[in-house]
């Protein structure tokens, strides 16, 4: 079996129009996430993270180039391409667990069996209980959180993060970041997983890319081959964890 | 006699002023008194707005009673005006009658389908407005050219097109409810959040789904803006139609009386009047609690 979730991005130009001019944002990008791999971009806030994972999402038409989702050319959104935005953008109408099993519905599956999915992502998401909530109900990170569990609902065959765990506090970071590589594991979905957090981007992924804050160009990429799963004290203790840290934080000023 | 009604009316709201500002006073400087006894305040300031509310009600009955009475004769001429006690012996003998419910439940009626067409017609044009730049294109330069005509300036094309008057008042009102639908529906569709319309696309719904699961649920809070005004102006024209070429109707019977120099009747016809359209516009915030409990 060919795996799925294979991302090929190819000179890659992606930019807005503002009063007329277009700027670019991104310039001629090309990069491969394999299928089945973690990756992990950080970079400067401004360097076009976003707007570079919203066009693998379909949602930007690029300026120029391509980007190919296992050969094809991604030119609209997409079920396989499960997005979690860096905003709130659970449907208020509908509650948790309407809205965590709208993916699951939308691609045809009954209501019982949806139901059954987002009550699974929903108690990993650890907001068992709250499924009959309406969003407005619940704190900023609960929100969050029932994004990721409805992204993941959807099983998607790419997984796209706009710092999915930014809003959220350490301890429950922690326990979604567990639960994300369990998830990973078990599905062999690709990752590309958005990140201002280092030693996040570092104790999850496979490849971190940086990219610079001049027109998102790629500044480096660092192959992590720790085997997972990670121990965090060991990883940031270590000579070589220690070295990237400081390696990637000097990509990033 | 203006002297005296700007007397009762100060002294009354002078009365619930001051009470509540009293009760905000000592809710402010003694914070700490638990909440049973701010409680016992908020009650206390609500009855007394009440009382004052009640009695602003009273001493302006007392008023009409005692101007008609006395036949004054100041700017408007009260001796034509039928006293507060005629009005109410006025109401008991025709709310007996047959004629006065036959013309509620025409005017009923008449209300129920030209708003229920107008809900339709509106709705489905605003959201095609909303979400569709070639039928925008195509249906506002009619919104725009017509909105501003108001539903009486309708009458006499109305009565000329319409085969009987009954339909030409259901369409007369049906114009005075739909511009604010299609207004407020189009507004609401314009302002969907593209952040949700882009999460649903990624979760694979297409763009039929998306109207149905993203953008009409957005809209209708604006949706119901609309039709609360779409209320009040449907029944604006619906007394407009009746009075000037109904046979039934309590607009009708409100024009009628003043032929018949019935003038009690007058009142009762307008208190009416005022009493179904406040229920209809009420029905309306009611079913918007019962629809969107998810906004506010
Ligand atoms: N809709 C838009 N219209 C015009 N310019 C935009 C738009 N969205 C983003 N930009 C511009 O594109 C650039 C990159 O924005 P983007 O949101 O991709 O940054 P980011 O790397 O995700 O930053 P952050 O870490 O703060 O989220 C910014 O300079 C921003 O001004
Ligand atoms: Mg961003």
């Given at each position: 079996?060919?795996?799925?979730?294979?991302?090929?991005?190819?000179?890659?130009?992606?930019?807005?129009?503002?009063?007329?001019?277009?700027?670019?944002?991104?310039?001629?990008?090309?990069?491969?996430?394999?299928?089945?791999?973690?990756?992990?971009?950080?970079?400067?806030?401004?360097?076009?993270?976003?707007?570079?994972?919203?066009?693998?999402?379909?949602?930007?038409?690029?300026?120029?180039?391509?980007?190919?989702?296992?050969?094809?050319?991604?030119?609209?959104?997409?079920?396989?391409?499960?997005?979690?935005?860096?905003?709130?953008?659970?449907?208020?109408?509908?509650?948790?667990?309407?809205?965590?099993?709208?993916?699951?519905?939308?691609?045809?599956?009954?209501?019982?069996?949806?139901?059954?999915?987002?009550?699974?992502?929903?108690?990993?998401?650890?907001?068992?209980?709250?499924?009959?909530?309406?969003?407005?109900?619940?704190?900023?990170?609960?929100?969050?959180?029932?994004?990721?569990?409805?992204?993941?609902?959807?099983?998607?065959?790419?997984?796209?993060?706009?710092?999915?765990?930014?809003?959220?506090?350490?301890?429950?970071?922690a326990s979604l970041q567990s639960s994300l590589l369990d998830i990973w594991k078990e599905t062999h979905l690709t990752i590309i997983f958005v990140t201002h957090d280092v030693e996040e981007a570092m104790y999850l992924s496979e490849r971190i890319v940086v990219m610079s804050r001049d027109r998102g160009r790629i500044c480096e990429v660092f192959a992590l081959d720790e085997p997972f799963p990670r121990n965090k004290d060991k990883l940031f203790a270590s000579e070589g964890g220690r070295d990237l840290k400081e390696k990637c934080i000097g990509c990033l000023a | 006699m203006n002297e005296i009604r700007a007397g009762v009316t100060d002294r009354g709201q002078g009365q619930a002023m001051s009470t509540a500002t009293e009760g905000r006073h000592k809710v402010a400087m003694k914070p700490g008194r638990g909440a049973a006894w701010s409680l016992r305040v908020v009650r206390k300031v609500r009855w007394a707005a009440l009382m004052a509310s009640a009695a602003s009600l009273i001493a302006g009955v007392g008023l009409w009673q005692w101007l008609t009475e006395s036949h004054v004769h100041l700017v408007l001429d009260f001796s034509n005006i039928p006293t507060p006690v005629a009005v109410f012996e006025a109401f008991r003998a025709v709310v007996v009658t047959k004629t006065f419910w036959r013309d509620i439940y025409w005017s009923m009626y008449r209300i129920l389908v030209a708003f229920g067409l107008a809900i339709v017609v509106g709705v489905s044009a605003g959201i095609a407005m909303g979400y569709s730049a070639i039928l925008r294109l195509v249906i506002a330069p009619y919104v725009e050219m017509l909105r501003p005509i108001p539903a009486i300036a309708w009458v006499p094309m109305a009565i000329l097109v319409w085969p009987t008057t009954e339909e030409s008042i259901v369409s007369i009102t049906f114009l005075g409810a739909v511009f604010p639908i299609a207004l407020n529906t189009w507004e609401g569709v314009r302002r969907v959040p593209k952040e949700l319309v882009k999460a649903a696309r990624s979760l694979g719904a297409n763009r039929m789904n998306v109207l149905f699961h993203v953008v009409v649920p957005y809209a209708i809070p604006s949706i119901t803006v609309g039709m609360a005004l779409g209320m009040g102006g449907a029944w604006f024209a619906l007394l407009a139609g009746e009075m000037i070429s109904g046979r039934f109707g309590i607009g009708y019977f409100t024009w009628e009386s003043y032929q018949l120099i019935q003038y009690a009747n007058i009142i009762v016809g307008m208190l009416t009047i005022g009493f179904l359209s406040s229920v209809s516009t009420g029905s309306i915030y009611y079913l918007k609690r019962k629809l969107v409990p998810w906004a506010e």
């Open positions: 079996m060919q795996k799925v979730g294979n991302i090929d991005i190819r000179s890659l130009t992606l930019g807005f129009k503002n009063f007329g001019s277009t700027k670019a944002v991104v310039e001629d990008f090309s990069f491969k996430f394999e299928a089945g791999s973690f990756t992990s971009i950080i970079g400067s806030s401004g360097c076009g993270k976003s707007t570079l994972l919203n066009a693998i999402g379909g949602h930007y038409k690029p300026l120029a180039g391509h980007i190919f989702l296992d050969g094809c050319e991604v030119k609209e959104p997409n079920a396989s391409l499960g997005i979690v935005f860096q905003q709130h953008t659970l449907f208020p109408w509908k509650t948790v667990t309407e809205n965590v099993r709208f993916g699951p519905m939308q691609r045809g599956a009954s209501k019982a069996k949806a139901n059954a999915v987002a009550a699974k992502y929903i108690e990993m998401v650890g907001l068992a209980g709250y499924g009959d909530y309406y969003p407005k109900m619940l704190s900023g990170g609960m929100q969050h959180r029932a994004e990721i569990a409805r992204a993941l609902a959807n099983a998607p065959a790419v997984l796209l993060m706009d710092e999915p765990f930014g809003a959220l506090d350490a301890q429950m970071r | -």
